[in-house]
T-cell receptor, first 111, second 114 residues
Framework: QKEVEQDPGPLSVPEGAIVSLNCTYSNSAFQYFMWYRQYSRKGPELLMYTYSSGNKEDGRFTAQVDKSSKYISLFIRDSQPSDSATYLCAMSVNQGGKLIFGQGTELSVKP | DGGITQSPKYLFRKEGQNVTLSCEQN?????MYWYRQDPGQGLRLIYYSQIVNDFQKGDIAEGYSVSREKKESFPLTVTSAQKNPTAFYLC?????????????FGDGTRLSIL
C-alpha cells in the first residue's frame, strides 16, 4: 500500500463547476500538507500549504485536512479552463522535510 | 528573479552513456532535491542534499549519482546502470525548518533513450 493515494482521474468538468480533488494517507505522523498544480511540460507550483487539520481558503481554492480520517481535499470553485492541469497532493512529517507525493489527478475544465 | 534553473529541457541518452542534468538555484536555499516523474506514479525522490558536501539517497537512487560542491548547484548524473532512464526529472530546493518554505521546483528535464 502506498503512503499517499490520490484519486487517479482524469477528471473532466464544465467551466464554472466545483471541483473536488482528494488524497488519503496512511502515515499518521504527517503534519504538513500541500497541493501543487503542474501544467504540461512544467515543474509543479505550490498552490496551497496547510498545517494540521482544518480549512484554508485562498481565492477560489480551499484546502481541507481531516487528520482523524487521514484525508485531504482541494476544492476549486467556479473552475476555469486555465485550471486545467495535473494536481498533486504532497505531505511531510517535518516542515520543509521530505515530501511524499500522490500520483496526481489530471483535470480538464471545458469551456 | 529568484528561481531554479534546470538544463537542458530535453536530453537523449545512448546505450552505455552517462548523462548529467544541471540544476542551479539562486534562492539561497540550503536543501536541494532530485525527483523522477513517470506517468501515473507521481514524484519519486532520487537524492537529496541538506547542506553543501553532503547528500543522501532517496527512494530510487540506484543508477544515479549526485554531487553538491556549491550551495547553488546540485547536478544529477544518470549512469549506464540505470536501465530505464526515460522520465521527467525535477529539481527542487527549500529552506528546511524556517517559516513556510516548502519545496520550489524547476521546470524539469525530459530524458529519453536514443
Amino acid at each position: 500500500q502506498k503512503e499517499v493515494e490520490q484519486d487517479p482521474g482524469p477528471l473532466s468538468v464544465p467551466e464554472g463547476a466545483i471541483v473536488s480533488l482528494n488524497c488519503t494517507y496512511s502515515n499518521s505522523a504527517f503534519q504538513y500538507f500541500m497541493w501543487y498544480r503542474q501544467y504540461s511540460r512544467k515543474g509543479p507550483e505550490l498552490l496551497m500549504y496547510t498545517y494540521s487539520s482544518g480549512n484554508k481558503e485562498d481565492g477560489r481554492f480551499t484546502a481541507q485536512v481531516d487528520k482523524s480520517s487521514k484525508y485531504i481535499s482541494l476544492f476549486i470553485r467556479d473552475s476555469q479552463p486555465s485550471d486545467s492541469a495535473t494536481y498533486l497532493c504532497a505531505m511531510s512529517v517535518n516542515q520543509g522535510g521530505k515530501l511524499i507525493f500522490g500520483q496526481g489527478t489530471e483535470l480538464s475544465v471545458k469551456p | 528573479d529568484g528561481g531554479i534553473t534546470q538544463s537542458p529541457k530535453y536530453l537523449f541518452r545512448k546505450e552505455g552513456q552517462n548523462v548529467t542534468l544541471s540544476c542551479e538555484q539562486n534562492l539561497n536555499h540550503d536543501a536541494m532535491y532530485w525527483y523522477r516523474q513517470d506517468p501515473g506514479q507521481g514524484l519519486r525522490l532520487i537524492y537529496y542534499s541538506q547542506i553543501v558536501n553532503d547528500f543522501q539517497k532517496g527512494d530510487i537512487a540506484e543508477g544515479y549519482s549526485v554531487s553538491r560542491e556549491k550551495k547553488e548547484s546540485f547536478p544529477l548524473t544518470v549512469t549506464s546502470a540505470q536501465k530505464n532512464p526515460t522520465a521527467f526529472y525535477l529539481c527542487a530546493s527549500t529552506l528546511p525548518g524556517l517559516g513556510n518554505q516548502p519545496q520550489h521546483f524547476g521546470d524539469g528535464t525530459r530524458l529519453s533513450i536514443l
